[in-house]
C-alpha cells in the first residue's frame, strides 16, 4: 500500500519538473526571438501618456473650467482605445 501513495507522489513531482522545464523553455525560445517580456507579466499598454494640452487651473471660478472644459479634445480617448484594441490583437 505505501508503494501506492509514493509511486503518486513521484508522478506529480515529475509532472512539476516537466511544466518548470516547459516554461522556462518557452521562455528562453521567446527571449531569443525578442518577444519576451522584459519586466512583470504581460505590460498593460505600449503607448507612452500624453501631457495634458494645456495646465488646468486651480480656479473655482465657472468661465475658468468652462474654458478648460471647451479647450478639451474628446478624439484623444477614441485613439487610446483604438491603441489599445491594436497592441491586444497584436498579443
Known amino acids: 500500500m505505501r508503494q501506492k501513495g509514493f509511486a503518486q507522489i513521484t508522478i506529480l513531482i515529475a509532472l ?3 511544466v518548470v522545464l516547459a516554461s522556462a523553455a518557452s521562455y528562453y525560445i521567446l527571449k531569443s526571438a ?3 517580456p522584459s519586466q512583470g507579466l ?5 503607448s507612452t501618456p500624453q501631457a ?3 495646465e488646468v487651473s486651480d480656479s473655482d471660478e465657472a468661465s475658468v473650467i468652462e474654458s478648460e472644459l471647451d479647450s478639451t ?3 484623444s480617448i477614441d485613439t487610446d482605445i483604438q491603441n489599445l484594441e491594436t497592441s491586444a490583437s497584436s498579443l
Not at 504581460?42 to 505600449?46: G, S, V
Open 34 to 36: 525578442g518577444k519576451a
Open 73 to 75: 479634445t474628446l478624439d
Open 52 to 54: 495634458p494640452s494645456g
Open 16 to 18: 512539476v519538473i516537466v
Open 42 to 46: 504581460i505590460p498593460l499598454a505600449t
